[in-house]
């Protein structure tokens, strides 16, 4: 009987183990999947869930947003961030889905700036350019991660002297919060024990519409913005900053994505459709919407709010249609679209822009906040 009774236990035992192994969340993703080494280092997914149903799942793997799910009109919960169901894939892809970004966001002209009398050499990643930090940047890169609290994940990296180029021991600290107002509020903090540039922001790309594999050119889209930052055959800022008045890219009254996207403007060809910088005419104050989007297939809305003074606006222009994601869903061309809260492109090389430079003493301090709701 006592044998018996064993070996009841150990068939519970494992039964439980394979529950434990085969946990799934809301989105569908199986957390056996994401549990990996990666440069000797535990890889995990970590869920939030606020009080209202949402679902955020991040991998501390570049800090990676992998799903989250909001409600639609009709109350149907739906993932309206694109990325992959299992670590491989994100290690494997030379993609940003969901990713941090750092140290320095968007692109350095020339992979050089000078601070200070010195002059630094970053990677070439990108026409001769360093594009979000270079190859190696923070999206590629193993976070420390502390689960605060079912809604609160912290994540921290030292990012050390040297590291790409960018002088410094830069320590960080990035939270990512599940609201129970429903949004994820992202705040980023970061000090170093040298001067430096610091750009950090989320690389998170977005369709709304709950249609898997579906483009995004009939979302609307706000952005509250009077002036941008044009930019050069190879998306370097000139150093101007015109009115969007009369453009294609004047996106202060809702329209759609698709409405203009393929009119002969100058900054469109360039871009291969959106992707630039606007100036934020909320200037810092995080209470007033920087942007929004609206999916007109199932009402859901996103809100951005930030205390940075520039969105980058992407629009999935280099998505090439062979890109498999969650639930073996292909990402389309035009898939999905970005929000990126920034201090502008190239600004080290641009004293007329606002400062990037951090200093020993000081604190880095950037919020942005993605709120959901619905509209019918």
């Not at 439980?16 to 969340?25: D, H, R, V, Y």
Request: aromatic letters at 8%.
């Amino acid at each position: 009987m006592k044998k018996l009774i064993v070996s009841a236990l150990a068939i519970c035992t494992l039964l439980s183990c394979t529950e434990k192994k085969e946990e799934t969340t809301l989105s569908g993703l199986k957390k056996a999947d994401f549990v990996s080494t990666v440069e000797g280092q535990p890889t995990n997914l970590f869920v939030l869930k606020n009080k209202n149903g949402l679902e955020a799942c991040i991998t501390n793997y570049g800090g990676r947003l992998v799903s989250l799910m909001v409600p639609d009109k009709n109350g149907k919960m739906t993932d309206v961030v694109l990325g992959y169901d299992n670590i491989a894939d994100y290690v494997n892809s030379d993609g940003n889905f969901g990713a941090l970004i750092g140290r320095y966001g968007n692109r350095i002209n020339q992979g050089k700036f000078a601070l200070d009398g010195a002059e630094y050499e970053l990677p070439h990643n990108d026409n001769g350019h360093c594009l979000h930090g270079g190859d190696k940047g923070y999206h590629t890169r193993m976070w420390t991660p502390k689960q605060v609290d079912d809604q609160t994940l912290e994540l921290t990296y030292l990012s050390k002297d040297g590291e790409a180029g960018f002088p410094g021991n830069l320590n960080i600290k990035v939270t990512y919060k599940l609201t129970d107002n429903n949004a994820i509020d992202i705040k980023y903090e970061a000090e170093t024990d040298k001067p430096t540039v610091v750009n950090l922001t989320n690389h998170s790309y977005f369709n709304l519409s709950g249609i898997p594999g579906s483009q995004i050119l009939d979302q609307i889209v706000t952005i509250n913005a009077d002036t941008y930052t044009p930019v050069d055959s190879l998306l370097i800022p000139t150093g101007e900053t015109p009115s969007v008045e009369g453009t294609p890219i004047d996106f202060r009254q809702p329209k759609s994505i698709g409405e203009r996207i393929n009119e002969p403007f100058d900054q469109i060809v360039k871009g291969r459709g959106y992707d630039l910088n606007w100036i934020l005419n909320t200037k810092g104050n995080i209470n007033q919407p920087a942007a929004s989007a609206k999916s007109l297939n199932n009402g859901i809305v996103m809100e951005v709010y930030t205390n940075e003074p520039g969105l980058q606006f992407y629009t999935g222009n280099f998505m090439s249609g062979k890109d498999k994601g969650k639930h073996g869903v292909v990402y389309p061309h035009r898939g999905a679209f970005c929000m990126e809260t920034q201090h502008y492109p190239d600004s080290p090389n641009k004293p007329e822009f606002p400062s990037v430079v951090l200093r020993p003493g000081e604190k880095y301090m950037s919020n942005c906040i993605y709120k959901f709701s619905t509209q019918n």
